[in-house]
């Protein structure tokens, strides 16, 4: 073939590929919208169904050698990785040469590392999802100064160096030449993407500035009104003539009202029926309330975003949903259903309100009459309509610490037509066939679904969920999702109380689930009452113990005995226990069943080492609350306070009668004191596990410590050692109120034998009258001693009282003795005939009777001093008792 006949087509092929080139250039070109004045770039990473590393904006024209920067941007996270990266960029073999990058919501941290990791600084950042925030962060490496402002909250940093490179004497200077993304971390030049360091998340007018902006500048960034007058060396275009979107990234523009608008809060519609009061319930268990509008532009926009779900809502007054206002019909004025302060805004249809002034609640119409306010019924059922501050936040508990499902869910937009449950990581709650599923954004075969009969259940509350995929070892767990705050109580039905409401005997619930399953004690599996606590240091277990007598019910000093009603405590610790709602009080804090614990077993002897008979009143265990609660655990599904059985104690108080033998020692009756004692043991357990300490005073006594006869005058407690095991010894030290004794039988025995003394000073003569009231006394002091002595306990010696009355009657008998001998000189000197004396003659006469004279004056000397000898003797005996 010629060459002019194939040269000719090929021109011909060259001309139509231009003009095709050229034509698609003008497709493209028509394609790429530009921006509205009032419109920003805005981009949105993580695009399709699952997070993957296929996602971020990637630079396309090199990045310059910088010692100042400013950057700016708008963010709205959706969802968290484990580093959630804004910005990284490579340079000169080098990973973090700059990185911008958030962890958890918890850690409130935002980290910027640069310059070869040389600076690593950590910036305060509370992360709010669903909401748009507004960042900007200065950095100036020369004057080593960092700026960060958050929603118009300044704080500024000093630069953070590290010390491990070697480098320390050089300038700080980010180096240019390298590459830089946003929305992953930069591991190499090439890349080296990791799943959990994606960004899925909202930004809008990303810039980077070679300049430090002032605060100024930055304020009219925040305030979506741009006013900073230099070029950005970094920004994203939907031309993306800087920054290229790669994978699963959407450019567009955005409307800067939408960004910066103020907001008057965050509004769901849950599409189920019911009164005013259930919508207000409702509301509140998440944590919001009624709908409001405060503006005829709110209004409008409330209306519009929940009208397609007139056809749920529609009830038979032409309503679909409540507002949260009430009317106070003697006065015709409506007010904030919650503060009772007049509303601001409202548009009632005029005519309809004045015909049904009865009506306390307001509606607003369905589409017939659009955007008007009704007064209707409180009892009508329509569907809620809340308002929230934010997205409102749930907390999932009971999964497994191994568990990759989400731990946080936010209620967010819609799916099926009903609200949207999304994760705080990967995970996703949603309404499909009739049944509550969950799916993840990052594992194809991890799915749940919910067990319900009723489809107008919501997942809150505490529910039975059946799980695949998932690295728990369970399939079907019990899992509860709650919104309220770590100081309430979840109720079975999701609604919150107060955690002090939990276990009052009182019901706070609505389904009582508060006043069930209050047992403060948790027994772990595998948990043996019979075996004591384990030790926790080289120490035994110590038993702190003590006794509270509360009175002394029987004193039989006959029958050797002693009868008190006492409560014994002990106290102990067991670090295989944790407890739950403990109280200050720590009687509330009862253990239900002490049975399944372990608790010491008590033997109680007398002093005699006998066992004592002991008749159980009452017994119980309380947990004493002395350590604050242990960091909460959401493994666990009971949101109870959990306490560590090693720092808290518990306490078994044993009420009881004990009767048992004491030892009375009665030489010094009735001036006696007596000592009566009772041992406590713990037989079984030695004293290298188990040792028996004194608790505070140890003993006590409360009752009446005066008897019929004693007086309890001092109860002490002593540690003791018999061989192996610790032993507590009690004694009670009584002393005689011998008062009675005084009255009854010292005075009248002391009067009867100054009777019988007096009888010397009677007539010598009339021996008669001196003898028998001698014996008369005798004869009644014999008497009381017969009395006392059948009163008193029989013993083998001599008791004080009965030294005391033999001594008296030894006196008596003495004195009737002498009375005789007295008698007996006066019989036997008494002359026989009538001797005539003359006058002047010295008679003998009177010498020979004054013999049986002086005996008797003599014997008025001799009594007194013996009975003194008596009572001296007696009183020293008293006296030293």
């Not at 009665?666 to 001036?671: A, F, G």
């Not at 192996?724 to 009690?730: A, D, E, G, W, Y």
Request: glycine letters at 4%; charged letters at 20%; a negative charge.
């Amino acid at each position: 073939m010629p060459a002019s006949s194939t040269f000719i087509p090929g021109i011909t092929l060259v001309v139509m590929s231009t003009v095709l080139i050229l034509v698609l250039a003008q497709n493209d070109t028509e394609n790429v919208r530009l921006p509205e004045p009032d419109e920003v770039s805005h981009v949105k990473f993580q695009t399709g169904k699952y997070d993957t590393v296929d996602s971020y904006m990637d630079n396309s024209t090199g990045f310059p050698t910088l010692t100042k920067f400013s950057l700016c941007v708008h963010i709205k996270y959706h969802h968290m990785a484990l580093n959630n990266t804004l910005l990284s960029y490579f340079a000169s073999g080098q990973d973090n040469e700059l990185s911008f990058f958030t962890n958890s919501m918890d850690a409130n941290t935002l980290q910027l590392y640069c310059c070869g990791d040389r600076v690593r600084n950590y910036l305060y950042y509370p992360i709010r999802m669903y909401t748009w925030e507004h960042l900007c962060v200065t950095v100036n490496l020369e004057t080593k100064l960092i700026t960060v402002v958050l929603n118009n909250d300044v704080r500024e940093y000093t630069v953070q160096e590290t010390k491990s490179d070697g480098n320390e004497t050089k300038p700080l200077v980010i180096r240019g030449g390298g590459r830089l993304v946003l929305g992953q971390d930069l591991d190499s030049a090439d890349g080296g993407f990791n799943i959990e360091q994606i960004l899925p998340c909202e930004i809008a007018d990303f810039a980077i500035y070679d300049v430090v902006l002032t605060l100024d500048e930055i304020r009219s960034f925040m305030a979506c009104d741009n006013q900073i007058p230099y070029e950005p060396i970094l920004y994203i275009d939907q031309q993306m003539s800087v920054l290229k979107a790669v994978g699963e990234t959407a450019v567009s523009y955005i409307p800067e009202e939408e960004i910066c608008a103020t907001s008057s809060g965050y509004k769901l519609m849950f599409p189920e029926r019911v009164t005013f009061w259930g919508n207000v319930a409702w509301c509140q268990m998440l944590k919001g309330t009624v709908i409001l509008p405060k503006n005829e532009k709110e209004n409008t926009e409330v209306y519009d975003k929940f009208f397609p779900y007139r056809e749920e809502c529609t009830d038979r007054w032409r309503t679909f949903y409540y507002f949260g206002t009430v009317r106070n019909v003697t006065t015709d004025k409506w007010f904030h259903y919650k503060d009772k302060s007049p509303i601001v805004y409202q548009k009632f249809d005029v005519q309809w309100n004045k015909i049904v002034s009865q009506y306390e609640c307001a509606a607003v119409g369905n589409h017939l009459f659009k955007y008007t306010w009704f007064a209707i019924p409180c009892s009508s059922a329509m569907c809620s309509a809340c308002n929230f501050t934010s997205s409102p936040r749930l907390r999932v508990r009971g999964l497994c610490d191994t568990s990759i499902l989400d731990s946080a869910y936010y209620l967010n937009d819609y799916y099926n037509r009903r609200p949207l449950f999304d994760g705080e990581v990967h995970s996703r709650i949603f309404w499909s066939n009739n049944i509550w599923e969950l799916r993840s954004r990052r594992h194809e075969d991890l799915s749940a679904t919910m067990e319900t009969k009723n489809s107008k259940v919501y997942p809150l509350g505490r529910h039975t969920w059946t799980i695949a995929g998932d690295k728990c070892t369970e399939s079907k767990i019990t899992l509860l999702m709650t919104p309220c705050n770590s100081d309430e109580y979840t109720c079975s039905t999701g609604s919150c109380i107060r955690k002090t409401s939990r276990c009052d005997l009182v019901i706070d619930c609505p389904d009582q689930s508060d006043e069930l399953n209050c047992d403060v004690v948790n027994v772990p599996e595998g948990y043996s009452s019979t075996l004591p606590p384990p030790k926790i240091t080289k120490d035994p277990l110590a038993l702190a113990f003590s006794l509270r007598i509360i009175t002394i019910r029987k004193f039989n000093l006959v029958g050797f005995s002693l009868v008190v009603d006492a409560v014994m405590s002990i106290k102990w610790r067991d670090s295989r226990l944790t407890f739950r709602n403990l109280r200050r009080n720590y009687r509330v804090n009862k253990v239900k069943d002490m049975y399944q614990l372990w608790t010491p077993k008590i033997l109680v002897r007398d002093g005699s080492r006998s066992a004592a008979d002991v008749q159980l009143r009452s017994e119980a265990v309380y947990v004493i609350l002395e350590d604050s609660p242990l960091p909460d655990d959401i493994t666990i599904v009971s949101e109870d306070d959990r306490y560590s059985g090693s720092n808290n104690t518990l306490v078994m108080e044993t009420e009881s009668t004990l009767e048992f033998t004491c030892q009375f020692q009665l030489q010094m009756y009735p001036v006696d004191r007596q000592n009566c004692f009772l041992l406590f043991t713990l037989p079984g357990l030695s004293k290298d596990f188990g040792l028996l300490i004194k608790d505070e005073d140890g003993v006590t006594f409360e009752g009446s410590r005066y008897l019929l006869e004693y007086e309890l005058v001092g109860e002490t407690l002593t540690e003791e050692m018999e061989g192996r095991f610790s032993l507590m010894q009690i004694r009670l030290e009584f002393r005689n109120l011998y008062g009675y004794y005084i009255g009854n039988t010292f005075v009248p025995s002391l009067f009867l034998v100054i009777i019988v003394y007096l009888t010397l000073y009677f007539d010598i003569n009339d021996f008669e009258d001196r003898v028998m009231v001698s014996l008369t006394s005798l004869l009644v002091l014999a008497t009381f001693f017969t009395q006392t002595s059948s009163s008193i306990p029989r013993t083998s010696y001599l008791k004080l009282i009965d030294a005391w009355y033999v001594a008296l009657i030894c006196q008596n008998f003495l004195v009737i003795v002498s009375l005789v001998v007295v008698e007996n000189l006066r019989l036997r000197d008494k002359p026989m005939t009538t001797r005539v004396t003359p006058m002047g003659v010295k008679s003998y006469e009177g010498d020979e009777v004054l013999l049986y004279k002086k005996v008797n004056f003599f014997l008025k000397f001799v009594f007194p001093l013996m009975l003194f000898g008596i009572l001296t003797s007696f009183f020293s005996f008293w006296s030293r008792n």
